[in-house]
C-alpha cells in the first residue's frame, strides 16, 4: 500500500514541475517546488509541523494547549490543521488588510481569529507583538497551557526546511541544481532550504526576491535595510534580520515590482494551467532573472508557495488591479 499517515504525513514530498515557458524563455531549466500540494495550502504546513512538533519535544505544548501566533494566514491555516490534527487549539493574530478568503479559511479551520489594524513592527500594536502578549496571558489561564509559535525568530522553522525541503529538493534534482530563489516573509524557507543545499554543493547560487515595501533587497544588495514602494503579494516582505535570516547564505538579490511579479502570475496560469498566489510570482520571476544572470544551460528551483484561490479578491480581481494601476490580461475581463 502507498498511503500516508493523516494530515501531518500528507505534508512535504512536493513535486518538483518544470516550468515550460520560464525554462523556453531563458534557456534553463526552472523548476517549481510545488508547495501549494501541501494538505493546508501552502509552504506554511511545513513550518507549522516543525514548530509544534519541536515544542512538543521539549515538553512546552501538553494535550488540549492553545497554540498562539501572528501570521499573514498560511502560517495560521497551517497550524490551525496541524492543531487539528494533533489536539491543540489555536489563537491566530491576523492584520486586517489579509485577503478574505484566508481569514474565512482560518475561521473553518478552527482558529480563534483576532483581526488587529496592520501596524510597523516598531508599533507594541504590530500583529507578533499582540500574538506575543496573548499567548503570555494564555500560558497563565489555560488550564493546559499555551505556546507562542514565534515564527520569525523560532528557529526550529528554517531546521523544518533544513530537514525536509532542502534534501527533497535535492534528491529530486539528483544533485543537478546550479540556483536556488525565494522571497522572505520569516526567511525559514529560504534560510533552511539555501543551507542545506549549500552544505551538498557550495557552489549553489542563492537568491533572494524581495518585493517593493521590503527592506531586504536593500540589506542584501547595498548593507542597509531600508524600505521603499509597496506591494500587493502577500505573506512576504521583511523590515528586519529575523532570527530564521541570521546568517542565511544569500548570495544575490532581486527587487521584483508587483508588474512584473503578477505578470507570471497571469502567465503561470495562461501557459501553464497553474493558478498560483503572489509570491510564486516573485519567486518565478526571481528564478528568470538568476537563470539571465547564470546564462543557458543551468537548472534554478524555487517555490511555488501557495494556490491563486487563496486571493481570488485580489489578484483576480480586475477592478482591485485597476485600482493598483496593474495590467488586467484579456482573458480576466
Ligand atoms: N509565500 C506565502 C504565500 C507565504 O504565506 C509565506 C509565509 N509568510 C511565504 C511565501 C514566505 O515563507 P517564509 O516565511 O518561510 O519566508
Redesign the pocket.
Known amino acids: 500500500m502507498d498511503v500516508r499517515d493523516g494530515f501531518i504525513g500528507t505534508i512535504g514530498d512536493t513535486p518538483l514541475i518544470k516550468l515550460r515557458h520560464a525554462s523556453e524563455a531563458t534557456g534553463c531549466t526552472i523548476l517549481g517546488k510545488a508547495e501549494f500540494l501541501n494538505p493546508g495550502g ?3 504546513d511545513r ?1 507549522a509541523l516543525a514548530i509544534v512538533s519541536d515544542a512538543e519535544r521539549r515538553g512546552l505544548l501538553r494535550p488540549g494547549g492553545v497554540i498562539v501566533e501572528g501570521t ?4 495560521g491555516i497551517g497550524l490551525a490543521l496541524v492543531g487539528r490534527a494533533r489536539g491543540y487549539r489555536t489563537v491566530i493574530v491576523i492584520p486586517e488588510t489579509q485577503s478574505q478568503e484566508k481569514k474565512d479559511m482560518l475561521r473553518l479551520c478552527g482558529a480563534d481569529l483576532r483581526e488587529v489594524p496592520a501596524k510597523p513592527y516598531r508599533d507594541p500594536g504590530n500583529y507578533v507583538h499582540v500574538s506575543h502578549r496573548l499567548a503570555d496571558e494564555l500560558a497563565a489561564s489555560e488550564p493546559n497551557g499555551a505556546i507562542w509559535a514565534n ?1 520569525f525568530d523560532n528557529v526550529a522553522n528554517r531546521q523544518g526546511h533544513f530537514e525536509t525541503t532542502g534534501p527533497e529538493i535535492w534528491d529530486q534534482t539528483g544533485g543537478h541544481i546550479d540556483g536556488f530563489v525565494a ?8 534560510a533552511g532550504t539555501a543551507m542545506a543545499l549549500k552544505q551538498r554543493k557550495p557552489t549553489v547560487k542563492v537568491a533572494l526576491a524581495d518585493p517593493p515595501g521590503s527592506a531586504l533587497w536593500h540589506y542584501y544588495a547595498k548593507g542597509e535595510l531600508k524600505a521603499e514602494g509597496s506591494s500587493i503579494t ?3 516582505g521583511q523590515g528586519r534580520i529575523t532570527a530564521n535570516l541570521a546568517d542565511a547564505p544569500i548570495d544575490v538579490a532581486f527587487q521584483i515590482p508587483d508588474s512584473e511579479s503578477v505578470a507570471v502570475v497571469f502567465d503561470l496560469l495562461e501557459r501553464e494551467g497553474l493558478c498560483l ?1 503572489g ?1 510564486s510570482g516573485v519567486n518565478v520571476a526571481g528564478a528568470i532573472r538568476l537563470a539571465r544572470e547564470l546564462g543557458p544551460g543551468h537548472t534554478i528551483v524555487t517555490i511555488l ?2 494556490s491563486g484561490t487563496r486571493y481570488m479578491s485580489k489578484l483576480f480581481n480586475p477592478a482591485f488591479l485597476r485600482e493598483k494601476d496593474l495590467p488586467t490580461p484579456g482573458w480576466m475581463k
Do not use: M, Y
Not at 183 to 190: D, K, M, P, Q, Y
Open positions: 501552502s509552504v506554511k513550518a499573514a494566514g498560511n502560517t515564527q522571497a522572505v516573509g520569516t526567511g525559514g524557507t529560504l502577500e505573506g512576504i498566489g509570491s508557495c501557495d
